[in-house]
């Protein structure tokens, strides 16, 4: 289930690979470049997760190598459809090993109708001895056959939109995706700069019974 909360490329891979949950799994993966939400985080990055979910309830950890210590992140919610249409509600949050980034917490809200979706996170960042922000993330994703479009973006202390367009598939139950990333200059805080990025993923997931 952390393909509900964890808005990153990886996750997004992830979920349309076609990955089977199981009451407990575990991932492993690798990036040639880490983005969270469209902002680089580290180069050739390795991750690993591992999931619990039942009757809809899930609960979960995952961790990114981000070259300063390690992202942590905890998770846990609850996700259901009906007849075509899909839900969840979750609380997220990053936790940082090393000086890279300090804590943010968040509300996820999702819901989707076929192949298309919308999910919102509604957080808090420490901001390390500065004042505390708050911030909305919105991501509208349009997906087919392992193909996705994906516009984001986010509104009140944090600003900025991207672009994501990327593919995934499973060949002998090894998952691989390729991701571009256009991200504006709000979003990089560089005016007049426009980060473009394209990245490999491959990963792996394992039924735990």
């Known amino acids: 289930m952390k393909t509900l909360v964890k808005s990153g490329v990886l996750g997004t891979l992830l979920a349309v690979s076609g990955i089977a949950q199981a009451d407990f799994a575990a991932n492993v993966g690798w990036a040639s470049e880490y983005h ?32 300063d210590g390690l992202e942590v992140d905890g998770y846990f919610g609850y996700g259901g459809e009906v007849e075509d249409f899909s839900y969840s509600i979750g609380y997220t949050g990053y936790f940082y090993t090393g ?15 076929g192949p298309l979706s ?3 996170a509604v957080g ?20 087919n056959n392992g193909f996705y479009g994906k516009y984001a ?4 202390d944090f600003d900025g939109n991207y672009l994501e367009l990327g593919y995934g598939t499973t060949i002998s139950e090894i998952d691989f995706g390729i991701v571009l990333i256009l991200a504006d200059d ?5 005016p007049g700069i426009e980060d473009e990025s394209l990245l490999f993923t491959i990963g792996k997931a394992f039924d735990i019974n």
């Open 36 to 67: 969270f939400r469209g902002l680089f985080q580290h180069s050739s990055s390795a991750s690993a997760g591992l999931d619990y979910d039942s009757n809809g309830f899930y609960v979960g950890t995952w961790a990114a190598d981000v070259g």
């Open 99 to 113: 000086d890279f980034d300090d804590t943010y917490q968040e509300i996820n809200l999702g819901g989707g109708f």
């Open 118 to 120: 919308l999910d919102v």
């Open 124 to 143: 808090e960042y420490d901001n390390f001895d500065g004042p505390t922000q708050d911030y909305t993330y919105y991501a509208l994703t349009l997906e």
């Open 153 to 156: 973006g986010f509104s009140q």
């Open 186 to 190: 709000d979003l990089l805080g560089t």
